[in-house]
């Protein structure tokens, strides 16, 4: 059964530091895995999606990366400004067909 | 525009009463999904629907139903079994082709009065 764990579950840091976000899956027979975003009372905003296939993605100032054989994947913010505070989540395919297993998530604080 | 349509934003129900939460899109996805996420818990899976007229139970489908008559609408009803309903619920829908990308509503809260 897939289980999907996020460390930190929160974290708070200066405005302007790089920071990493991790995420750990037990099956990794995953074709991808996808982050995203949640700000207070809202849904969820798509970040990244990486497909097995691939060992990066990049958009603007967020890097993510994929080591199935390792079962981790890392979300890189840098330069990091309070605009970036949000619940940060990522989701990998479960066993079964069509089922998506979501960690519990980091809650970042950037401070100005 | 396209997305995904959740109403309404808030929701309140009495004891012993039903009350449906909508959820509409027109992204032309054939799957889609409801989580619930309690604070601190993360998100669950209630129900997913791969198909029109086809669904599942996801993880805690314990007092919940739904119904996919058309592909673009996915409904849930959150019945008077479910003891703790207040909740925060989100629906999300996914193509079925590769990338496979989730999309999600804005979500429903839902509190007992």
């Known amino acids: 059964k897939q289980e999907v764990t996020q460390i930190p579950a929160a974290l708070s840091v200066p405005e302007g530091e790089n920071l990493v976000l991790n995420c750990s899956f037990t099956d990794s027979a995953i074709y991808n895995l996808q982050w995203f975003r949640q700000d207070p009372g809202k849904g969820l905003t798509s970040l990244l999606l990486?497909?097995?296939?691939?060992r990066e993605q990049t958009s603007g100032r967020l890097n993510a990366s994929l080591d199935k054989s390792s079962g981790r994947s890392t979300l890189y913010i840098a330069a990091s400004q309070p605009g970036d505070s949000a619940t940060y989540l990522c989701?990998?395919?479960?066993?079964?067909?069509?089922?998506?297993?979501f960690g519990q998530g980091t809650e970042l604080s950037v401070k100005p | 525009d396209g997305g995904i349509t959740q109403s309404p934003k808030y929701l309140f129900r009495k004891e012993g009463q039903n009350v449906t939460l909508s959820c509409e899109q027109n992204l032309n996805h054939d799957a889609m999904y409801w989580y619930r996420q309690d604070p601190g818990q993360g998100l669950r899976l209630i129900y997913y629907?791969?198909?029109?007229?086809?669904?599942q139970k996801g993880d805690i489908a314990e007092g919940y139903s739904v119904s996919r008559e058309k592909k673009e609408s996915f409904p849930l009803t959150v019945t008077s079994a479910q003891k703790n309903p207040t909740a925060f619920y989100l629906c999300?829908?996914?193509?079925?082709?590769?990338?496979?990308?989730?999309?999600f509503g804005s979500g429903t809260q839902l509190s007992v009065l």
């Open positions: 990486i497909q097995s296939s691939q």
């Open positions: 999300a829908s996914r193509s079925g082709q590769r990338p496979e990308k989730l999309f």
């Open positions: 989701a990998a395919p479960g066993n079964q067909g069509g089922k998506l297993i």
């Open positions: 629907s791969q198909i029109v007229n086809d669904f």
